[in-house]
Nanobody, 126 residues
């Protein structure tokens, strides 16, 4: 239903920062919660961060708390993931997704999302 395009990935050194962007199509972007997931080679896709439809609530996986910040700009149909203090363990393809329900809260569950981008690669060298 919604097309999502991630950007901002790249190759960085441990301790560096990156900001990922997820640009969404459609006029109703601002009515859906959004999430970021990541998948390393040979690993299951796992939850990273999520933000409610109106940006008033966020949740994170424990391993990124204090380092990553999810935010959104509904006027620009874009959600961001600001990543700092990157570590090699953060290396993965990062994928954004749209919650399946209008006015949705943040969610950790992959099953709550029904639109997914193609992902952007983040590689962190040690």
């Amino acid at each position: 239903q919604v097309q999502l395009v991630e950007s901002g990935g790249g190759l960085v050194q441990a301790g560096d920062s990156l900001r990922l962007s997820c640009a969404a199509s459609g006029r109703t972007f601002g009515r859906y919660g959004m999430g970021w997931f990541r998948q390393a080679i040979g690993k299951e896709r796992s939850f990273v961060a999520s933000i409610s439809w109106n940006g008033d609530a966020t949740i994170y996986v424990d391993s990124v708390k204090g380092r990553f910040t999810i935010s959104r700009d509904n006027a620009k149909n874009t959600v961001y993931l600001q990543m700092s203090s990157l570590q090699p363990e953060d290396t993965a393809v990062y994928v954004c997704a749209t919650h399946r329900l209008l006015f949705s809260p943040p969610s950790r569950s992959r099953d709550d999302y029904d639109n997914w981008g193609q992902g952007t690669q983040v590689t962190v060298s040690s």
